[in-house]
């Protein structure tokens, strides 16, 4: 259960998260959707505890972010930011297993180990576990660092933008993943992600952010429609119903197909 | 890939070599007679083994080691590559704190300027890392820059004092390393480096992470601040014993950690004891090339490890780029 008491952060004057009130339940899975500079990677660096809040409190499962031990957090909570650039070269079985230390504090045990194994097997990442991370690619790299996260075993984990770089098959890889960690495992789970469809397709709610505000929240069917989604964006929005679920189209009307013939 | 034990092999080997080698002719026959003969002439040269060989192979030892695992260290702090004592104002304030001992409180043991050394050291570094938080551009190359002119400014205050006080020869033994001044009764301070040494071995996890980011520290539960707290107090201290007893060993902690993060990557655990090893050995290398190139002058440590460390760096830099994965 994460609970966010008007929380606020400033860059100078200004407040790009303004006051954000938000009750996520224990045991579901919760997109933050919106544009560009809306604050959902602020918002999640601050229920992480990965930045200092101005305002406001967060509380999971009834700890206070700012005032609980890190190293008991760390056994609660998993946090994947947007952009991680490593400058040390690490293999991607060292970074998964560093993912215990919350847990073993350094001294591996067979059962974290059983952890790594897991969660390498999770991210199609067995025959890359001891390649080093400077020499994969942008997706494979992605991939080991959610392995990692999840391989910290907490109740909430939250991740920003965890499918950029992956490419089809593995963007649906690892939401099953994470859908799976919900309903199988009671996790909690928070992503921020652009593409409207798979957080219509994946998440208990959405979360919709402008201007370090929620605009809106709520199910899907409830957050996933033509007039929220176009004032949100800022761009019409159609929503289509297909094979039963509301599916999001955002693209303007296509041009004619142009055919060239060898004359 | 090579092994631990066989370059363990190697090092051991090149010890009991550098044992024998030097002015004064000491074989491993005349040592076994004088240990095991009844000659009184040849207990002269097992004297002097004893006295200048031993501790001076032993200092290098401990100096190489010391000093390239503090160099990987910084590496992870700044997470930067080419940051080391050297390259981050650290020797220099180290050496300005010894100087600071050596006209404030002439007869002080040498223990009390390693203990002020150790202080100026770490506050000299505690800076260098202050000012890259308000270096717009951390860029890889800019970072060492920074850290090399914030030595020169340290020194060029240390050498400033240095001249007025007639001392300019003394800074400058602190600041080239020289082993041929190494005798019993002058480098044991030096141990002090193998528990530093020891010590980052048993934490190693907590700087690997560190060399992740400050957000890795967090999400993983550490203090960042106590991290680097011990990180840099081991540096400092390292680099202080060091300057203090045979002078600085400038690009070791750069050479070193950047030939064992190329072959087994950064995971402190894992390479310190290459990064350990690779250090001795390296220093004890350019120590025996020095000592026989011009034989039988010497060449200085710093000069040789200089002109060694910078040819590997370059080499390693070149081959990198053209290097498929
Ligand atoms: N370190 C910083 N200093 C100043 N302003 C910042 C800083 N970090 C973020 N901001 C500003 O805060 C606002 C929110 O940033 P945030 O990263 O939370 O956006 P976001 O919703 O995650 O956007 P995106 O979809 O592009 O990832 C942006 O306007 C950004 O410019
Ligand atoms: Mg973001």
């Known amino acids: 259960m994460i609970d966010v008491l008007d929380a606020v952060k400033t860059y100078g004057s200004v407040r790009v998260v303004d006051g954000v009130r938000l009750t996520l339940p224990a045991g579901g899975l919760t997109s933050i959707v919106g544009p560009n500079g809306a604050g959902k990677s602020t918002l999640l660096s601050l229920i992480a505890r990965l930045l200092e809040m101005d305002g406001g409190q967060v509380l999971v499962d009834g700890l206070d972010v700012t005032s609980t031990r890190s190293d008991v957090l760390a056994t609660r909570i998993a946090a994947l930011r947007q952009e991680n650039h490593l400058t040390s070269r690490l293999t991607v079985r060292d970074l998964v297993t560093f993912g215990r230390y919350p847990h073993s504090k350094g001294r591996t045990t067979p059962e974290d180990l059983e952890h790594v194994a897991r969660a390498l097997e999770f991210l199609d990442l067995e025959p890359l576990a001891d390649r080093f991370l400077d020499e994969m690619s942008g997706g494979q790299r992605q991939r080991a660092f959610v392995a990692m996260v999840l391989c910290q075993d907490t109740d909430v984990v939250l991740l920003d933008e965890p499918l950029n770089n992956l490419d089809p098959r593995h963007a649906v890889a690892m939401m099953e993943r994470l859908r799976a960690a919900v309903d199988e495992l009671g996790k909690t789970v928070v992503l921020v992600v652009h593409d409207i469809n798979v957080a219509a397709h994946y998440s208990d709610h959405i979360v919709a952010m402008c201007d370090g505000a929620v605009m809106v929240e709520g199910s899907p069917r409830e957050v996933i429609r033509p007039e929220v989604l176009s004032s949100v964006y800022g761009l019409p929005v159609e929503v289509h119903e297909i094979a039963g679920r509301p599916h999001a189209t955002y693209f303007p009307p296509g041009r004619p197909s142009v055919t060239f013939s060898i004359a | ?325």
């Open chain 2, 1 to 325: 890939m090579p092994r631990l034990g066989a370059v363990a092999g190697v090092v051991g080997l090149l010890t009991i070599v550098s044992l024998f080698v030097g002015v004064g002719d000491v074989t491993p026959a005349s040592l076994a007679n004088a240990v095991f003969g009844a000659d009184d002439g040849s207990r002269h040269d097992v004297l002097l083994v004893l006295a200048s060989r031993v501790p001076r192979t032993i200092a290098i030892l401990l100096a190489g080691a010391g000093m390239a695992i503090a160099g990987q260290i910084m590496q992870l702090l700044s997470r930067n590559r080419f940051v080391e004592p050297s390259t981050a104002g650290t020797v220099e304030s180290a050496a300005i704190g010894i100087l600071a001992v050596t006209v404030l409180a002439p007869g002080a043991p040498v223990m009390v300027k390693m203990l002020v050394a150790t202080v100026t050291a770490l506050a000299g570094t505690a800076l260098f890392l202050r000012i890259l938080r308000h270096v717009p551009l951390r860029s890889v190359l800019v970072v060492p820059l920074v850290g090399l002119m914030l030595g020169g400014i340290i020194n060029a205050v240390s050498t400033f004092f240095a001249y007025r006080l007639d001392l300019v020869q003394s800074l400058n033994t602190w600041m080239t390393g020289d082993f041929s001044g190494v005798l019993r009764g002058r480098y044991e301070l030096l141990w002090l480096t193998f528990a530093l040494v020891v010590v980052a071995y048993l934490v190693a996890d907590r700087f690997t992470v560190a060399g992740m980011g400050q957000d890795f520290v967090t999400n993983l539960g550490m203090n960042y601040r106590a991290v680097l707290a011990l990180g840099l107090s081991i540096v400092s201290m390292v680099t202080a014993v060091v300057v203090v007893t045979v002078g600085a060993i400038p690009f070791l902690g750069l050479v070193v950690p950047n030939v064992v993060a190329l072959m087994f990557g950064d995971n402190l655990r894992r390479t310190a004891p290459w990064v350990a090893l690779g250090g001795a050995g390296f220093v004890l290398v350019c120590d025996l090339l020095g000592r026989t190139v011009r034989y039988p002058y010497e060449v200085p440590i710093g000069v040789v490890v200089g002109v060694v460390g910078s040819a590997a760096f370059l080499f390693l830099l070149l081959r990198r780029g053209a290097r498929v994965a």
